[in-house]
């Protein structure tokens, strides 16, 4: 088998990581290894994300970029890949000329056909046909570097037609895969060393309804929370609308699924949530977030939120605020109005001026930052269990790993510790992350199998 090199330059959403993966994986299987350096890669693929303007322009500059290693390496095979090669198809040969490979959201599954037809003749293969399956969705992707988390993609498109949104024209209508290969996949995880699982999708809470057996997503957690390696499981995304109180439930009596809930609210005012065709109110989301929280107090909620929507005056905006300060969110990703072709919101009129979107996104940010701080500061003597990651960022002598609220831990600890769940008392929190001491627990399980924890003095 050949010996080459694969560079991959990801952006995006965790789809998008996980998409890349599974790419990986599919090369590995015709001779291609990955590597860090571009510049000593035989093939280089970047994936892309079409969700904001701004996300298009990285992956350009990032393309015109790395085709200059063609004019040293003229063999090497550059592809473009992704939400944004969906959208644009044969048109990015004109626009960057070298490119060899254009492939879409559906067609990651035909990679090493692509390629060895790109090797073959020389000629330009492009690959943006929608599929009424989901093979892509059953490749098999062990998670990097004997990774201790991974995600798993339980769906793929999306049907809501939110009117600011791309991914609905760009990754297809929603299909669930089968709960029997989500869960294989999930044990094969498992027996490489995988303890925590992310399932992925546009909306998780919509699972298996368009599937012929009786499967939602509560029944897949439940399945998933039997295999007994695996320690945590989270999800992402939620949508508000399909959030039942069944789901919301799972947080009280589901041990392995993860305090932790991220439910995009995307505006606090009713008039843009109905010009946004989201599907609740503000009430109703407010409604969700206090039952989540009556289940389960400890629970970490964040959320996306959108500023400068077409027609979101200064009160509207404000209705956000104030709704930010009702429910002190853990974190939010929060973003401008970016204008997408052919959706919705495109042909709305009242237009907000990039200035005072700005000026919103910056006030906005501000005031979450405050929120983070005082969520993260309640959380000092409180005892976390971390599953341990790796190094820290921050020292040498400091270990990292996620609290199962999804905040980063840092502590003092050596790498024996990688892979484990210790316990952490946090001393301090801070704006992006926690920090602790690691104490001396000893879980102890009673008859029935439920776990305790004891504390060594
Ligand atoms: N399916 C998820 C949902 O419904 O929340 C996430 C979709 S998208 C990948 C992630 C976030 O990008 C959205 O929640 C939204 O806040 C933001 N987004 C999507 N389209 C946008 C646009 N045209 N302009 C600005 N932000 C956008
Ligand atoms: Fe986009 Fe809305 Fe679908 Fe999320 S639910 S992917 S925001 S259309």
Same mark, same amino acid.
Not at 114 to 125: C, E, F, N, P, T
Not at 391 to 396: C, F, G, P, T
């Given at each position: 088998?050949?010996?080459?090199?694969?560079?991959?330059?990801?952006?995006?959403?965790?789809?998008?990581?996980?998409?890349?993966?599974?790419?990986?994986?599919?090369?590995? !299987?015709?001779?291609?290894?990955?590597?860090?350096?571009?510049?000593?890669?035989?093939?280089? =693929?970047?994936?892309?994300?079409?969700?904001?303007?701004?996300?298009?322009?990285?992956?350009?500059?990032? =393309?015109?970029?790395?085709?200059?290693?063609?004019?040293?390496?003229?063999?090497?095979?550059?592809?473009?890949?992704?939400?944004?090669?969906?959208?644009?198809?044969?048109?990015?040969?004109?626009?960057?000329?070298?490119?060899?490979?254009?492939?879409?959201?559906?067609?990651?599954?035909?990679?090493?056909?692509?390629?060895?037809?790109?090797?073959?003749?020389?000629?330009?293969?492009?690959?943006?046909?929608? !599929?009424?399956?989901?093979?892509?969705?059953?490749?098999?992707?062990?998670?990097?570097?004997?990774?201790?988390c991974a995600f798993v993609s339980i769906m793929?498109?999306?049907?809501?037609?939110?009117?600011?949104?791309?991914?609905?024209?760009?990754?297809?209508?929603?299909?669930?895969?089968?709960?029997?290969?989500?869960?294989?996949?999930?044990?094969?995880?498992?027996?490489?060393?995988?303890?925590?699982?992310?399932?992925?999708?546009?909306?998780?809470?919509?699972?298996?309804?368009?599937?012929?057996?009786?499967?939602?997503?509560?029944?897949?957690?439940?399945?998933?929370?039997?295999?007994?390696?695996?320690?945590?499981?989270?999800?992402?995304?939620?949508?508000?609308?399909?959030?039942?109180?069944?789901?919301?439930?799972?947080?009280?009596?589901?041990?392995?699924?993860?305090?932790?809930?991220?439910?995009?609210?995307?505006?606090?005012?009713?008039?843009?949530?109905?010009?946004?065709?989201?599907?609740?109110?503000?009430?109703?989301?407010?409604?969700?977030?206090?039952?989540?929280?009556?289940?389960c107090p400890q629970i970490s909620i964040t959320?996306?939120?959108?500023?400068?929507?077409?027609?979101?005056?200064?009160?509207?905006?404000?209705?956000?605020?104030?709704?930010?300060?009702?429910?002190?969110?853990?974190?939010v990703f929060s973003f401008k109005y970016s204008?997408?072709?052919?959706?919705?919101?495109?042909?709305?009129?009242?237009?907000?001026?990039?200035?005072?979107?700005?000026?919103?996104?910056?006030?906005?940010?501000?005031?979450?930052?405050?929120?983070?701080?005082?969520?993260?500061?309640?959380?000092?003597?409180?005892?976390?269990?971390?599953?341990?990651?790796?190094?820290?960022?921050? !020292?040498?002598?400091?270990?990292?790993?996620?609290?199962?609220?999804?905040?980063?831990?840092?502590?003092?600890?050596?790498?024996?510790?990688?892979?484990?769940?210790?316990?952490?008392?946090?001393?301090?929190?801070?704006?992006?992350? =926690?920090?602790?001491?690691?104490?001396?627990?000893?879980?102890?399980?009673?008859?029935?199998?439920?776990?305790?924890?004891?504390?060594?003095?």
């Open positions: 088998m050949q010996n080459k090199r694969l560079y991959i330059e990801t952006f995006g959403c965790q789809m998008n990581v996980h998409d890349s993966e599974q790419m990986a994986v599919l090369l590995q !299987s015709i001779g291609y290894h990955l590597t860090d350096d571009p510049a000593t890669a035989d093939l280089i =693929l970047i994936n892309t994300c079409s969700i904001r303007e701004k996300a298009e322009q990285k992956a350009f500059s990032e =393309l015109g970029r790395l085709m200059k290693l063609k004019e040293v390496n003229p063999n090497l095979i550059v592809g473009f890949a992704g939400c944004l090669a969906q959208h644009l198809g044969r048109k990015v040969f004109a626009r960057v000329k070298g490119v060899d490979l254009v492939f879409g959201t559906h067609n990651i599954h035909r990679l090493p056909e692509m390629i060895a037809s790109v090797v073959k003749s020389r000629r330009k293969v492009t690959q943006i046909d929608f !599929s009424s399956s989901i093979h892509s969705l059953n490749i098999f992707a062990p998670p990097p570097k004997r990774s201790l793929q498109g999306c049907d809501n037609y939110c009117a600011y949104c791309v991914v609905p024209f760009l990754r297809g209508p929603e299909m669930s895969r089968i709960p029997e290969d989500i869960v294989h996949e999930v044990r094969e995880l498992a027996k490489l060393g995988v303890r925590e699982v992310t399932l992925l999708g546009q909306n998780v809470n919509s699972y298996g309804k368009k599937l012929s057996e009786a499967c939602n997503f509560v029944s897949l957690i439940e399945k998933i929370s039997g295999i007994k390696e695996i320690q945590r499981i989270r999800f992402t995304t939620s949508h508000p609308k399909d959030l039942s109180d069944e789901l919301i439930d799972c947080f009280a009596h589901v041990p392995k699924l993860c305090e932790h809930i991220h439910l995009p609210v995307q505006s606090g005012s009713n008039r843009i949530l109905r010009l946004m065709n989201r599907g609740y109110s503000s009430e109703e989301y407010l409604r969700k977030i206090d039952h989540l929280r009556a289940v959320s996306d939120i959108i500023v400068g929507f077409p027609g979101e005056t200064v009160r509207d905006y404000q209705e956000t605020i104030d709704m930010m300060e009702k429910i002190r969110f853990d974190s204008e997408r072709k052919g959706t919705a919101a495109q042909t709305l009129p009242d237009k907000v001026p990039e200035s005072e979107k700005r000026r919103r996104l910056k006030e906005l940010q501000a005031l979450q930052d405050r929120h983070t701080q005082e969520r993260n500061s309640v959380l000092e003597g409180s005892l976390q269990e971390v599953l341990v990651e790796g190094r820290s960022r921050n !020292s040498e002598q400091d270990m990292m790993g996620r609290a199962r609220s999804w905040k980063i831990v840092n502590f003092k600890g050596g790498p024996e510790l990688i892979g484990e769940k210790v316990f952490v008392e946090i001393t301090r929190g801070y704006l992006h992350s =926690l920090r602790g001491k690691r104490l001396i627990v000893k879980e102890v399980g009673d008859a029935a199998g439920d776990e305790g924890i004891g504390i060594d003095a």
